[in-house]
């Protein structure tokens, strides 16, 4: 059972739809991430919060703004997504983020995802 | 060159077998290295965070060479349940957070 849970698990939209994904986290941690996974890519890393502010925007479109109300609670606002914005995308939170000193405080847990579809 | 590269293989490798993997990073200076483990659709679990002496855990060691700047996960007696695709990550001076693609390890019977 992990300690970081997303819903939905499994979402299609359309181009002009908004939606929201949802990410919360039980393991008392101050950082929260997203990610974006496409098949042969890498884990792109999109957004980090630290302590409730956003620290890294990897240069993300605007019709993905992320929200992070408290450091257990992060959520993905999508509008006017693409086709090629189909991916899984990934919640993950750490101890801290990106921190130097001990490697335990850099582990990242991550939610099972949500699989979106954009038609 | 990339940041963060690995062979994406696949390796295919029967059970009781001895398999390694390498991750190479182009950041001299990076500081935290980790292997994650995921399976086929599903998230990524930590597998190992890697030491600047290296480590060990079970069937599996990870190494660090900073002078050649790579990373290594090797995989002994490997078990049908090892197949899995196998992350490498590194963060880097600059609090740059980097993934690897990943090497796709198929253990056969």
């Known amino acids: 059972e992990t300690g970081v849970t997303q819903t939905p698990r499994h979402l299609v939209m359309g181009m002009t739809n908004k939606k929201s994904l949802k990410c919360e986290q039980h393991?008392?941690?101050?950082?929260m991430y997203w990610y974006k996974q496409s098949a042969k890519k890498p884990l792109e890393l999109m957004f980090v919060y630290n302590f409730k502010e956003q620290t890294e925007n990897n240069s993300v479109p605007s019709r993905f703004s992320p929200e992070c109300p408290n450091s257990s609670h992060l959520f993905l606002h999508l509008h006017t997504l693409q086709p090629e914005d189909s991916a899984l995308y990934l919640c993950?939170?750490?101890?801290?983020?990106?921190?130097?000193?001990?490697?335990?405080?850099?582990?990242?847990?991550f939610g099972a995802g949500t699989r979106l579809s954009v038609l | 060159r990339k940041e963060v590269e690995q062979d994406p293989g696949p390796f295919n490798v029967p059970e009781g077998a001895t398999v390694a993997f390498n991750c190479t990073y182009s950041?001299?200076?990076?500081?935290?290295f980790f292997w994650y483990r995921q399976d086929c659709r599903k998230e990524p679990k930590l597998l190992m965070s890697v030491y600047s002496s290296g480590n060990e855990d079970g069937r599996f060691t990870a190494q660090l060479n900073r002078a050649s700047q790579y990373i290594s996960l090797l995989i002994r007696d490997s078990k049908l349940s090892d197949s899995a695709t196998y992350l490498c990550?590194?963060?880097?001076?600059?609090?740059?957070?980097?993934w690897g693609l990943g090497t796709s390890l198929a253990v056969n019977p």
């Open positions: 990550v590194v963060i880097g001076n600059n609090r740059k957070l980097i």
């Open positions: 950041n001299s200076a990076s500081q935290s």
């Open positions: 393991l008392g941690h101050n950082a």
């Open positions: 993950a939170s750490s101890q801290v983020a990106l921190a130097g000193g001990p490697l335990t405080k850099n582990i990242q847990y």
